[in-house]
């Protein structure tokens, strides 16, 4: 075992504070990677919070990780001492089952195992996140990084980057596509990115009406402000696609009647309550409603080399690690531009 630190909640009502803990040896297939940076995810917030339930502590959050091998095991091909290296979400599944072998490791029959907030495939063994120094992750589930791009801004492409990449690939998005990317955060700035990228016309739906002057710098070709009627009556049934990333409740009836006929709500942001839905905002223009969640392997390389290739990355805001709390207080606010970044040499 090796010991590390951490930042830890002890508890849903506690908050993050360091925490001393131990990575597993590394075995034949693993690889032990140094975290440089690590991204605050939404999703860290709503998982030390409890806000899905079955919370797991103490919990050490942290999915967008990025950093440099320091130890290989015997049988690693993929990875040597000195490379960049990745992990997103998650760090392992069962490898067997049809979504393993068609590289969908995300949608695991058998239940994949996340990087944190989660048990290993032995059933019993909790994870723990990249809000550390050092981790220890199967091969399989280790991601090669450019050393093109800046790594601190790589980070966030682990989750917000596939998260946005992931849908916009399976839908098809591109040319002759208007694309509606709802709430401009963490994930919405990268779908901006990705869709302005794939040759879409974006529009971005937000409550904030001061992210106009940075969404067009991101790309986007238009702005609606959804608090203005107006606004959102210009674009009723206009759109082919709207991406929702919003962590808060909203009314999805609001959001579908912008739909074209045949339009596609896509939702990857998690409210923790239910959403309420009128069947006519489905029927009246034959509209669907979907959902992704971030994305396999294969995919999750396939964006990396992307960005590489495109010079794509997050626009981040770099934070001491002991500000972790006064960035989630932000984040919340809505004040994010657009991904906070932990440097773990703060830790
Ligand atoms: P974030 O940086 O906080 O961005 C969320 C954005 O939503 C905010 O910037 C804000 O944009 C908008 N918003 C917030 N409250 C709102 C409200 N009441 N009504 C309308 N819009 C509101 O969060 P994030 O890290 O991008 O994560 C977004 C969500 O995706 C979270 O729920 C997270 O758990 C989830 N997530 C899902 C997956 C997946 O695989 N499906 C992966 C990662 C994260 P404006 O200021 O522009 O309105
Ligand atoms: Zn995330
Ligand atoms: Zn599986």
Same mark, same amino acid.
């Given at each position: 075992?090796?010991?590390?630190?951490?930042?830890?909640?002890?508890?849903?009502?506690?908050?993050?504070?360091?925490?001393?803990?131990?990575?597993?040896?590394?075995?034949?297939?693993?690889?032990?990677?140094?975290?440089?940076?690590?991204?605050?995810?939404?999703?860290?917030?709503?998982?030390?919070?409890?806000?899905?339930?079955?919370?797991?502590?103490?919990?050490?959050?942290?999915?967008?990780?990025?950093?440099?091998?320091?130890?290989? =095991?015997?049988?690693?091909? #993929? @990875?040597? $001492?000195?490379?960049? +290296?990745?992990?997103?979400? !998650?760090?392992? %599944?069962?490898?067997?089952?049809?979504?393993?072998?068609?590289?969908?490791?995300?949608?695991?029959?058998?239940?994949?195992?996340?990087?944190?907030?989660?048990?290993?495939?032995?059933?019993?063994?909790?994870?723990?996140?990249?809000?550390?120094?050092?981790?220890?992750?199967?091969?399989?589930?280790?991601?090669?990084?450019?050393?093109?791009?800046?790594?601190?801004?790589?980070?966030?492409?682990?989750?917000?980057?596939?998260?946005?990449?992931?849908?916009?690939?399976?839908?098809?998005?591109?040319?002759?596509?208007?694309?509606?990317?709802?709430?401009?955060?963490?994930? =919405?700035?990268?779908?901006? #990115? @990705?869709? $302005?990228?794939?040759? +879409?016309?974006?529009?971005? !739906?937000?409550? %904030?009406?001061?992210?106009?002057?940075?969404?067009?710098?991101?790309?986007?070709?238009?702005?609606?402000?959804?608090?203005?009627?107006?606004?959102?009556?210009?674009?009723?049934?206009?759109?082919?696609?709207?991406?929702?990333?919003?962590?808060?409740?909203?009314?999805?009836?609001?959001?579908?009647?912008?739909?074209?006929?045949?339009?596609?709500?896509?939702?990857?942001?998690?409210?923790?309550?239910?959403?309420?839905?009128?069947?006519?905002?489905?029927?009246?223009?034959?509209?669907?409603?979907?959902?992704?969640?971030?994305?396999?392997?294969?995919?999750?390389?396939?964006?990396?080399?992307?960005?590489?290739?495109?010079?794509?990355?997050?626009?981040?805001?770099?934070?001491?690690?002991?500000?972790?709390?006064?960035?989630?207080?932000?984040?919340?606010?809505?004040?994010?531009?657009?991904?906070?970044?932990?440097?773990?040499?703060?830790?």
């Amino acid at each position: 075992m090796t010991a590390t630190k951490g930042y830890a909640a002890q508890d849903s009502k506690s908050d993050l504070a360091p925490w001393d803990f131990e990575r597993r040896e590394v075995g034949p297939h693993d690889v032990q990677f140094d975290i440089h940076y690590c991204g605050v995810c939404h999703s860290d917030l709503h998982q030390i919070k409890n806000d899905w339930g079955e919370g797991i502590f103490p919990m050490v959050p942290g999915h967008e990780i990025v950093g440099k091998v320091v130890k290989v =095991g015997s049988h690693v091909k #993929k @990875f040597k $001492v000195g490379d960049l +290296a990745g992990t997103g979400c !998650l760090v392992d %599944s069962c490898r067997t089952c049809e979504n393993c072998q068609e590289g969908l490791e995300q949608f695991c029959s058998n239940g994949m195992t996340g990087t944190y907030n989660s048990l290993e495939q032995d059933g019993k063994t909790p994870t723990y996140g990249g809000y550390s120094k050092t981790i220890v992750v199967h091969e399989d589930f280790v991601l090669h990084i450019s050393d093109k791009l800046p790594l601190d801004a790589v980070a966030p492409l682990l989750c917000a980057g596939i998260t946005t990449y992931s849908p916009l690939r399976h839908w098809k998005v591109g040319k002759g596509h208007k694309l509606a990317v709802l709430g401009l955060g963490g994930l =919405g700035h990268m779908a901006v #990115k @990705f869709g $302005v990228s794939f040759g +879409a016309e974006v529009t971005v !739906l937000s409550t %904030s009406p001061e992210k106009e002057a940075d969404a067009k710098k991101l790309g986007a070709h238009k702005f609606v402000v959804t608090k203005d009627a107006e606004q959102m009556k210009a674009v009723a049934g206009y759109f082919d696609f709207i991406l929702d990333t919003v962590s808060a409740p909203h009314d999805l009836n609001a959001y579908l009647s912008l739909l074209r006929v045949n339009g596609v709500h896509i939702c990857v942001g998690v409210p923790p309550t239910p959403y309420q839905l009128h069947a006519f905002s489905l029927i009246g223009g034959r509209r669907s409603l979907a959902g992704s969640l971030i994305g396999g392997l294969p995919e999750t390389q396939e964006m990396l080399d992307y960005c590489a290739e495109h010079n794509i990355v997050s626009d981040i805001e770099l934070i001491d690690i002991k500000d972790i709390d006064a960035a989630f207080e932000r984040m919340v606010k809505g004040d994010v531009r657009y991904r906070f970044v932990i440097d773990i040499a703060t830790l």
